[in-house]
Each structure stands twice: as C-alpha cells, then as structure tokens.
C-alpha cells in the first residue's frame, strides 16, 4: 500500500516538473539565445557557452530605435490602461449595484465585444484614418486598442463589485453620505486591490497588442516594441537578427514576468473571475 | 455607464457598420467614362461578396479552411492538455506557487514575441530540429508550417485554459468523492462521473473563449512564417493584407464575413451553455438570495466559488 502511495507521489512531481518544463522551456530558451554572442548563436547547448550582453548592445544601437519603442508602447497601452479603467469604474459599478432594464443585455454585448475579431474594427479604422489624417499617431492606435481593453475591464470590475457587499454603501448612506459619496469614500478604496488587478490584466492586454500597432504605423519612431521587434533588421537583408529578437523579446517580457510573479495570486483571481462564469 | 457604451459604440458599432458599407465598394481605379484616376472608391453593390464566391474565391476559401483547421485543432490539443494540467495542479500540494507563476508565463509573454521566439526555435539550425534530428525547413510553406503554428499556440494558450479548469476543480466538494469511494467507484470512474461532468460548464466557457481567440489569430502566423503565404493564411492576415494595400472594399468583405463566422460560433455556443453566459449580474444581494433557492444554474455557480 505505501509502495503505492509513493508511486504516485512521484508520478504527480514528475507532473508538476513536465507542467513546469513546458510553461518555462521556450521562455527559457529565448534568455539563452539572447545572452549567446553572435559567432555561437546556433549553438544548442543549454547554458551559453560564454555569457555575452553583445545581443543587449545591438538591441539599443541607435538605429533600431529599440528605446523609441519602448517609450511607444508604454504611452499607448498606458493611456489606453487609465482611460479603459476610468470608464469602466462606473460602469462596473452600475452594472454591479443598479437595476435597470435590459442590464442583462448591455452587459452580454460588452462582454461579447471583447471577442470580436479585431480585423473587423481595423478594416474600416484604417480608411477612416487615412482619409483624417490619423496614421503614424498614438491615437489611432489607442481608440482601437479601447474596443478589447474597455470591455475586459468593466467584465473583471464587475465581478470585484458584485463580491462587496451591499451593507457598506448602506451604512455610508445612514451616515449621511450621498451614493456618490459612497461610491467615492467607501467603495473606490475597498475595490483598490480589484481595480489594480484589472489595470496589471488591461496593461498587459494593451501591451501585447499587434495588428492594430502593426496597421495604423508605417513610420518606425512611432511603432511600439512588438511591432519594431519584428522589423529588426540584420547585417545584411537576408540575416534575421535572432540574437537581438530575442534579446529584445526578454526586455519586453521580462517586466511583464516580474508583474506576474509579484502578483500571480491576484491575477489568477482576476482572470478566472473574469471567464470563469 | 454610458460613457463606456458611447466609447463600445465609437470603437466598435460604428466601425462594424462601417465595414459592411465599405465593403459593397470596390478599389479605386480608372474611371470608365474620363480615363482619369477616380478619387472616389465605385459602388459594387455584392460585387466583393459576388467575387469571393466566385473567381477570387480560391484565396478566400483557403484562408477560411485554415482558420477553421487552425481553431479546431489548436482548441482540441489545448482543452486535453489544458485538463491534465489542471488535474496535476488540483492534485498538488506542495510547489503549487511555482507552477501557479510558470503557468502564467506563456500567458504574459506577447504573442508577437512568441511567435518570433518560436520562428527562432524552427530555425533550420535551431534547437527543434537539433532535437529531432531532422532537417525540416518549417517556416517554408507546406503541412509543416501548420504544425509550428499549431505548436506555439498550442504552448500559448492551454496553460490559460488549464488555470479556468483548475478553478472549475477547486469548487467540487470533498465529500462528492468521499461517497463516490465509499460506493466503490475507482479513480477512472470518479474522473468520467464526477470530475468532468462537474467541471463541463467552466471548461466549455472556456473553450469558447479560446474557439473565438483562435478565429481571429493573426499575430502568430504573421511573425512565424509570414504573410501572404498559403498554408498559414488565417482569414485575419487575408483582410489586413487586403486594408494595407488599399483594398479597402475586399478587406472589408472579409472582415464581415469573419465577423459573422465568428459571431456564428458564438451563437451556437451560447445555445449549448444554455443562456447562463453572462452569470448571476442580478444587483442587490436580495435577489441573489433569492436565487439560492432555485436550483443555481451550474455556470453561476462556478463564477460565485471561483470568487
């Protein structure tokens, strides 16, 4: 019977290393890759041979414009991030304490929103921002990124408000305060920690967007990180630069990683509140 | 509340509606009648539709074949190893941290970054076929372009499903399978009896988020083996394709009928759930209590425990 028992505690490690290895190999392989100099950057080995920031230096040589970027992502899925979680406050909330008609409806469409095919939104943007002059701003690629961004917000905020109960505005409201009132001094405090879940989600969302950056650019100084990544170019035209891709790909990660690792019991909460339903 | 519908309407209604005009118009082109570059795009009426099902169809019906191939079995793939992760986790005790944070890792890494990441693993010299043994050119065309596709999807997104599973496990009261021992049902039978059917609702919410994920990829394909190539195109690339070169009128045909595709599935989806998508959004607590009394649809339930 123990034989047993032990049996199966090593099968269930050997399960939780296999989960493991196939979450963090490639990962793994990307923070190799980039730390290999140029002339072993084929190499398989699983530690670098000799560790090299060569790939770090080329990834901020001035004519990839990597920091540009950077610099480029964080305002657009910033903005997109504050507005996005502005709106959805109120929203979340009315959704969460108010009675009104049709409520069941309104929420499903915001809901089925953030499951529309982008494409669909980018077609038609693309022209219109062609013809008023939009292409090659941050706006362009803020107002379409607010169709996925907005409606995972008011989704997660939703849950975070049904979860307090009703008997903290009513208390306020016998002490006096208005629902507004409530809302600001009794509420907005309590959902800190739901409202900064949802923003860590919204922001990585935002961050992690391609097509619409890929479409509404075509001047490199206002491409964010994916989209520059992806155009990186080599020594020569045919040579793909992996070692500064990757390299590149790690820094854009990497904060992303820290982010998960400092709050991954929180964002866990969030993303199954959010879909779990 | 308004504002955020009045944000959803700019960004989303108006832009859909948008694209249905747009696409009964055709490509700028020579006028007829002057000879002269026209500056207006001509109305086609169904035209666009007209050619999809007609001669520019080929293109089309090749992307929509491989979009389909692409959700079917990426989704398939992601659900099975999804569950077993799930079932490891749920089992777990000790190191459950570390593969809660791993987990999240594919999740968090922006699929543009991976999808470069995974081009540089399918290198011909890279480490897949240093693995394999093989000297397989995988991000040339053919079958094999599929499978790297379905690959670092399938490594993308299955943690995701397998974290919703884990939730959905996580409400099952101990005692179900106390009785279930007690009756002397085995491991297996406990899995096909108790198991999966108690975490169906939280799974098929999740498949359905991951099928409508999977309609619209783009950024994948794109960056690992490019665009404009045929055994990857995805209905997604065909349209951007076509709107970045100023066909404006076709791109927004397909866009539409993605858009219906897309919307198609949901629907069917939806049916299956049952109406519950949308959970309990009942305001005040009175008529949750209410509620309680009812038998709970099992989708609510899972969105109260997993709270």
């Known amino acids: ?143 379409p990124s607010m169709s996925f961004v907005l409606p995972l917000a008011v989704w997660n905020l939703t849950t975070f408000f049904k979860q307090m109960p009703d008997e903290l505005e009513e208390a306020a409201m016998i002490d006096g305060c208005t629902r507004g009132q409530a809302f600001r001094k009794v509420i907005i405090p309590l959902a800190a920690p739901g409202i900064f879940t949802t923003a860590i989600i919204a922001f990585i969302a935002a961050w992690n967007e391609f097509l619409i950056a890929l479409s509404m650019t075509n001047r490199p100084s206002i491409q964010t990180a994916p989209v520059a990544i992806s155009k990186f170019t080599g020594a020569t035209q045919f040579d793909i630069p992996f070692g500064s891709q990757m390299a590149a790909g790690v820094l854009v990660t990497v904060p992303l990683v820290i982010m998960v690792l400092i709050f991954q019991r929180r964002i866990v909460a969030g993303l199954t509140a959010g879909a779990a339903k | 509340m308004s504002p955020t519908l009045l944000v959803l309407t700019v960004v989303v209604l108006y832009p859909t509606v948008m694209a249905f005009t747009e696409s009964l118009y055709g490509a700028k082109g020579l006028d007829p009648k002057t000879g002269f570059i026209s500056d207006t795009e001509p109305f086609v009426g169904l035209q666009n539709y007209a050619d999809i099902f007609g001669q520019a169809g080929d293109r089309f019906w090749n992307a929509f074949w491989n979009t389909t191939f692409f959700t079917v079995v990426t989704v398939g793939l992601e659900t099975l190893i999804g569950l077993a992760m799930a079932l490891i986790m749920h089992k777990a005790f000790s190191g459950r941290a570390l593969v809660r944070a791993s987990i999240l890792i594919p999740w968090a890494v922006p699929t543009a970054i991976s999808g470069l990441l995974w081009r540089w693993i399918f290198n011909s010299d890279g480490i897949a076929n240093a693995l394999l043994g093989q000297q397989v050119l995988w991000t040339t065309e053919g079958f094999h372009a599929k499978v790297a596709v379905i690959i670092a999807e399938v490594w993308k997104t299955a943690p995701f499903i397998g974290l919703l599973v884990l939730a959905g496990l996580q409400v099952i009261p101990k005692e179900v399978y106390e009785a279930a021992r007690i009756d002397g049902a085995g491991p297996l039978a406990q899995f096909w009896r108790i198991t999966l059917p108690l975490v169906k609702p939280a799974l098929l919410v999740a498949v359905l988020f991951r099928c409508l994920d999977a309609l619209r990829m783009f950024d994948l394909p794109y960056l690992l083996i490019g665009a404009q190539k045929n055994s990857v195109e995805t209905l997604s690339m065909l349209a951007q394709n076509e709107a970045s070169n100023v066909r404006f009128g076709p791109a927004a045909a397909y866009a539409v009928l993605l858009f219906i595709y897309v919307f198609l599935i949901a629907l069917g989806f939806v049916r299956l759930l049952g109406t519950d998508l949308v959970g309990d959004v009942g305001g005040p607590r009175k008529t949750k209590r209410n509620n309680k009394l009812r038998p709970a649809s099992p989708a609510a339930g899972s969105a109260e425990a997993s709270a």
Not at chain 1, 24 to 37: D, K, N, Q, T
Not at chain 1, 68 to 77: D, K, T
Not at chain 1, 102 to 108: G, N, V
Request: proline share 3%; with cysteine; net charge positive.
């Open chain 1, 1 to 143: 019977m123990t034989a047993t028992v032990k049996w199966r505690t090593w099968l269930l490690y050997l399960g939780v290393a296999a989960v493991v290895a196939y979450c963090l190999a490639p990962f793994y392989w990307m923070l190799v890759s980039s730390l290999r100099s140029t002339s072993d950057i084929f190499d398989t080995s699983l530690l670098p041979t000799s560790v090299s920031f060569e790939n770090y230096r080329a990834v901020f040589s001035p004519s990839q414009g990597f920091g540009r970027a950077l610099l480029n992502s964080l305002i657009v899925s910033g903005t997109t991030t504050v507005l996005a979680l502005l709106l959805a406050t109120f929203t979340a909330y009315a959704m969460a304490r108010l009675q009104f008609r049709f409520k069941r409806l309104i929420l499903t469409l915001i809901i089925a929103t953030s499951m529309f095919p982008v494409v669909s939104i980018v077609v038609p943007l693309l022209k219109l921002f062609t013809d008023i002059g939009w292409i090659n701003t941050y706006q362009a690629m803020i107002v």
